[in-house]
């Protein structure tokens, strides 16, 4: 059975396209989606991909990814700045986890600086924009030996 990667999307991403496009670039979720089933049909990999805007169903399915997921790519948006939770879901996590984000947060405000996500994973991808999302997957194939 291919090995499952779950790409995991946080708060706002849904309205990726039309969300300050000159931040986070003009393509939508659906075509990040798109971008890692192409990466990850490459790679002998299977894809899930979800978004959510709520912190607890972010938890749960990090929880899920623990035994459902050889790895665990993570753009946790704003939450990535201020969940004590996500960090402490991820490191739970026994296989690999990539934080990834469109924009390059040490770049931005300050508040972006500090990231939750970064210390309970195991690299991060930041500021290569829709891009990341397909290095992401390779990140992964890489980590867990299909790569
Ligand atoms: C996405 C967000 O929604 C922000 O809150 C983060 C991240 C950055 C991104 O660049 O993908 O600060």
């Not at 309205?15 to 670039?25: D, F, H, N, Q, S």
Request: charged share 20%; proline share 4%; glycine share 10%.
């Amino acid at each position: 059975m291919a090995p499952v990667v779950h790409v995991l999307n946080g708060p706002n991403l849904n309205m990726l396209g039309t969300r300050e496009p000159e931040i986070y670039g003009r393509e939508t979720l659906a075509d990040l989606e798109a971008r890692c089933q192409e990466a990850a049909d490459g790679l002998g990999l299977e894809l899930v991909f979800r978004q959510s805007n709520h912190e607890g169903e972010l938890v749960g399915w990090i929880q899920e990814a623990r035994t459902e997921a050889a790895a665990l790519v993570l753009n946790a948006g704003a939450f990535t700045h201020t969940s004590i939770a996500i960090h402490d879901a991820l490191k739970m996590v026994d296989g690999p986890v990539i934080e990834l984000h469109l924009s390059n947060p040490h770049r931005r405000e300050a508040f972006r600086h500090v990231s939750h996500v970064a210390t309970a994973s195991t690299g991060v991808i930041a500021g290569f924009g829709p891009h990341g999302y397909s290095l992401a997957i390779e990140a992964a194939a890489r980590l867990i030996g299909e790569g």
